[in-house]
């Protein structure tokens, strides 16, 4: 599983493409605006902060203090016809008093490539890669489970090929290549897997700002155990609307027909959604949802019904104070053959920046994460709190 997903990066770096098709809950909607005035930045971070509840337990909660760091670069260039970006981060941190199980030192890593390609003015070439590994769950992603387990590898390449068959009806044809691995021998073999996704849209534009589509989805997953495998067909349609430049709101709604290997067919809706926002530099939203299927992270469950949905805001209040919120819901439904159980889930995060003398920037943030569930195992409550110095280049 993890030669495969190492070779997702190789692949991706060779295929052409932008438009993030892939990064599970960060596929929803339009991501098609390449920056270039600034092409290299980086930035550098020290800090540290407190956990409430490190091992994420309901009722035997460890706190500790913890030190972390930030490393950041990003590259954005291109052209009319050709642009491209790609941005690394790492982020260590230690904890002073880990309970037992947990190990003091954790890491996390994310590389993220996109391309565009404008072969002629009907033909573009897109591809977009996200490649993480990570400790915690990652709840934009909708990957990863509900709460802290083991290191894992989630990778997602995406190709799309677009092409304008005439003023108002054009095509895309696309080929998403997506996964997880867990470090962790007793969680691999029942939640690793690979998923294949095809898409087909036929997209019809009403107006400038408003077009129609209608979407076909084919998708085949694997797990190492093979008791996950399954293939879905999905059947969508939904409109794009751009209400100014910066303003635009996108949704798909219809059906997923999933046939189990063992558990069945099963037929139901499935939604998505994303609204964004933006004014110049001064203040950026964005929101997603999503419900339907979600590959399962929890051994021994036949499937996962989940709602999602995410508010993230950045606001520049002066030319030396910003700050972000972000916050995220998701309600899972498990279902086993000898019973089944719900997951209520709400992140949310706060930080404010300011930077006291050119290129420092002081820190500070607060996030809160809390469960309720019908297994009480799974239940806990957290909340983290940070500050440090960031200088960027």
Known sequence: MKKKLCLLTVASALSLGSSVQAQGLLSIGRHDEFETRVPFSWAIGLGGGW??????????EHESGFASATLEASYNTGDRRTAYRVGASYSPRYYFDAPDGTDDFQQSAN?????QHRVNPRLTLNDNLYFAYEFEPNFEIGAAGARRSDPYLYG???????????RRFST????????ISYEDDERSDSQNYLQHLLHQEFRYAFTKTTTGALTYRYAIAEYDDGFGDYTSHYLLAGLDHSFSRKTYASFRVGAEFRDRDNGGNETNPYFEGSFSHSVAKHTQLRWFGRVGFDDSDVSGS???????????????FTSQ???????????????FTNGSYENDIVALAVGLDYQFYRNLIFNVGYSFTTCSSDNAFSEYD???VSAGVTARF
């Open 51 to 60: 956990d409430s509840n490190v091992n994420q337990n309901s009722d035997n």
């Open 111 to 115: 590389l993220n490539f996109s391309i």
């Open 156 to 166: 997602s390449n995406s190709f799309s090929a677009s092409y304008a068959w005439t």
């Open 172 to 179: 895309v044809t696309g080929y998403t290549f997506s996964g």
């Open 302 to 316: 036949q499937e996962r019904y989940s709602f999602r949905t995410g508010l993230s805001a950045q606001q520049q």
């Open 321 to 335: 104070l910003s700050g972000n919120i972000g916050v995220n819901y998701v309600h899972d439904e498990f279902d």
């Open 382 to 384: 957290r909340h983290t």
